[in-house]
Structure formats: structure tokens, C-alpha cells
């Protein structure tokens, strides 16, 4: 990795790390981030490397975006998540963008254990599991996730309850460059 970031991750750190704060403090991802993001991806990867650096970026993002609808159709999170993952994907192309998303979800699934275990919720996220897979069975009939997604974030214990995934995001590329760093050293 050297000594200094290459330009698509250093963006995409920058991003992550302003969509974490936004998404921790008022539980929004906003599009003035993502969807720029998203855009000048394309554009970097088209300048810097013609129809091909357009194509895997492209690639890359309609992974990210890929990897997170069927969770925003069920319900699971916003449409700022899934965009913020396509802007990912358009920086990092898709092998990075795979990895930033196993990272991010172990530690999406390791903040969620914690906010179970600390506030004694297992019942309750059993029954969400089970509506969650009913969901799933019927996702053509279902489409008012974005309904759901806002009716959490205004709710009282809702720091209790919902996941800010574009910190989680932040969390696991961080870990991704350490480990990255940790490799290039050794």
C-alpha cells in the first residue's frame, strides 16, 4: 500500500467518514454526499483509465448498490445505505467493494448483538427475524420499506434499536486499510 492512500480510497474514506457522523447524529445519509459520489467515480475512473475504468467502476458500483436493495426493500435500512454503497463500489470497483462489505456487515452484526444483549432484546428481534424472512417471501408485494426506515428513525429508543450503517461502513474500511497495511508490512 505505500506510504500514502491511492485517490479512490482516500475519497472513499473521506466519504464514509462524513456519512458516519451523519448517519450516527441524525440517522440520514444525505444525496448531496452520496449521489456526487457515486457520479465522480465514474467520471475519475472514465478520465484516469477510458471505457474500461468506466466499465469495472460502473461494475463496482452496480455490485455496492447490488449488495444492499433486497435489504432497503425489506425494510432493513435506508436508500441512503444502498447509495452510499453504489458510490463505494463506483470508487473501489467490485473486489474492494465485496470486502468493505463483509467488513462492514461483521461489524454491523457485532453492534447489533450488543445493542440486543444491552437492552434485552432477543424476543423482539426474533419476531423481526421472522417478519423479516416474510418479507422476503413476498418482496414483490412489498414495497413501502422507506416508510418503516423513517418511522424507526423518529422513534424515542431508536438509538437502541437502529444500526447507523454508514458508520459501520467507516468501521469496516478502516479495518480494511489496517489490514491491508498490516499485509503490505509484513
Known amino acids: 500500500m505505500g506510504g500514502t492512500l491511492p485517490i479512490p480510497i482516500s475519497v472513499v474514506l473521506v466519504a464514509v467518514l462524513v456519512t458516519a457522523v451523519t448517519d450516527v447524529w441524525r440517522f440520514k445519509i444525505h444525496n448531496v454526499l452520496t449521489v456526487p459520489l ?8 472514465a478520465a484516469t483509465a477510458g471505457s474500461i475504468g468506466f466499465a469495472v467502476s460502473l461494475l463496482g458500483a452496480l455490485f455496492g ?74 418482496v414483490g408485494r412489498y414495497l413501502g420499506a422507506e416508510e418503516r426506515v423513517e418511522r424507526e428513525v423518529t422513534r424515542p429508543d431508536r438509538r437502541q434499536r437502529i444500526i447507523p450503517f454508514a458508520a459501520m461502513v467507516a468501521l469496516g474500511i478502516v479495518g480494511l486499510l489496517t489490514w491491508m497495511w498490516f499485509l503490505d508490512k509484513h
Open 65 to 138: 448498490f447490488g449488495l444492499l436493495i433486497l435489504w432497503y426493500l425489506l425494510g432493513g435500512m435506508g436508500a441512503g445505505d444502498v447509495k452510499l454503497m453504489a458510490g463505494i463500489g463506483a470508487w473501489l470497483g467490485l473486489p474492494l467493494t465485496f470486502y468493505v462489505f463483509i467488513a462492514s456487515s461483521l461489524a454491523a452484526g457485532a453492534y447489533a448483538l450488543v445493542l440486543i444483549l444491552m437492552y434485552q432484546r432477543t424476543g423482539e428481534t426474533w419476531v423481526n427475524l421472522q417478519i423479516a424472512w416474510h418479507r422476503l417471501t413476498a
Open 38 to 45: 457515486l457520479l465522480s467515480g465514474l467520471i475519475y475512473h
